[in-house]
């Protein structure tokens, strides 16, 4: 079934890219309806014109508050017919009603492994500060606990004693996009199955 996604992003839009590649390239049956950026000027806006996808900016200073921003997001992506959001490097907590309008549609791309390294912007320096030997990075459905929702899939990637947060970072997000698109496309699939905190992936055949 082809998917229709929503995208939030902030920023470079790298994890974006990724998607808008993958479809092109059939790894993700899948068609971007929106993205909206809370952020102006970003490259990811950027990208969505190069690749002729629809894009909004919904920056904090157009509304009265948080809430009043995020229904107007809400209000776009249902018109678009939205069937899965992703935030793919957004920096703003999503409020409990918008969570709500998407129950379990709402995935996330983390830099660490989580539960470590949760609610920050900053993942790969606070893992290099606490000397860990493995970080990576998490895919999980979004819930009104940040970053603690229901995990998809996860990557581990070994901290060196050289490495910087730049360093670190590089080395991460390949491996973002790649779990990001694959986590797409089995939610595409039908193929996730959410049990309490556990999701577990049905064989292709069984679906
Ligand atoms: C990624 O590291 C993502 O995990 C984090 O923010 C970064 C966004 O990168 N949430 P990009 O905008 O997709 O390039």
Same mark, same amino acid.
């Given at each position: 079934?082809?998917?229709?996604?929503?995208v939030l992003v902030s920023g470079r839009g790298t994890n974006l890219q990724?998607?808008?590649?993958?479809?092109?390239?059939?790894?993700?049956?899948?068609?971007?309806?929106?993205?909206?950026?809370?952020?102006?000027?970003?490259?990811?806006?950027?990208?969505?014109?190069?690749?002729?996808?629809?894009?909004?900016?919904?920056?904090?200073?157009?509304?009265? /508050?948080?809430?009043?921003?995020?229904?107007?997001?809400?209000?776009?992506?249902?018109?678009?017919?939205?069937?899965?959001?992703?935030?793919?490097?957004?920096?703003?907590?999503?409020?409990?009603? *918008?969570?709500?309008? *998407?129950?379990?549609?709402?995935?996330?791309?983390?830099? /660490?492994?989580?539960?470590?390294?949760?609610?920050?912007?900053?993942?790969?320096?606070?893992?290099?500060?606490?000397?860990?030997?493995? /970080?990576?990075?998490?895919?999980? *459905?979004?819930?009104?606990?940040?970053?603690?929702?229901?995990?998809?899939?996860?990557?581990?990637?070994?901290?060196?004693?050289?490495?910087?947060?730049?360093?670190?970072?590089?080395?991460?997000?390949?491996?973002?996009?790649?779990?990001?698109?694959?986590?797409?496309?089995?939610?595409?699939?039908?193929?996730?199955?959410?049990?309490?905190?556990?999701?577990?992936?049905?064989?292709?055949? /069984?679906?």
């Open positions: 079934m082809t998917i229709r996604l929503g990724a998607i808008i590649d993958a479809i092109d390239e059939d790894r993700i049956d899948g068609v971007v309806e929106l993205v909206i950026s809370n952020r102006a000027g970003v490259a990811a806006i950027e990208r969505c014109r190069q690749a002729g996808v629809p894009v909004e900016v919904l920056t904090r200073e157009l509304f009265d /508050s948080r809430l009043e921003q995020q229904r107007a997001m809400a209000e776009l992506f249902d018109h678009a017919g939205v069937e899965l959001i992703v935030c793919a490097g957004f920096d703003q907590v999503l409020g409990p009603e *918008f969570i709500q309008r *998407f129950e379990r549609r709402i995935i996330n791309i983390h830099p /660490s492994l989580l539960p470590a390294f949760a609610r920050t912007l900053h993942a790969h320096e606070e893992a290099i500060a606490h000397g860990v030997k493995l /970080s990576g990075c998490t895919v999980h *459905f979004v819930t009104n606990d940040v970053d603690a929702g229901p995990i998809i899939a996860q990557r581990a990637v070994t901290v060196r004693d050289d490495d910087t947060p730049e360093s670190l970072a590089a080395r991460v997000l390949p491996h973002e996009h790649e779990l990001l698109c694959d986590a797409i496309q089995r939610l595409a699939e039908g193929r996730l199955v959410i049990q309490g905190r556990r999701v577990f992936t049905l064989a292709p055949e /069984s679906v």
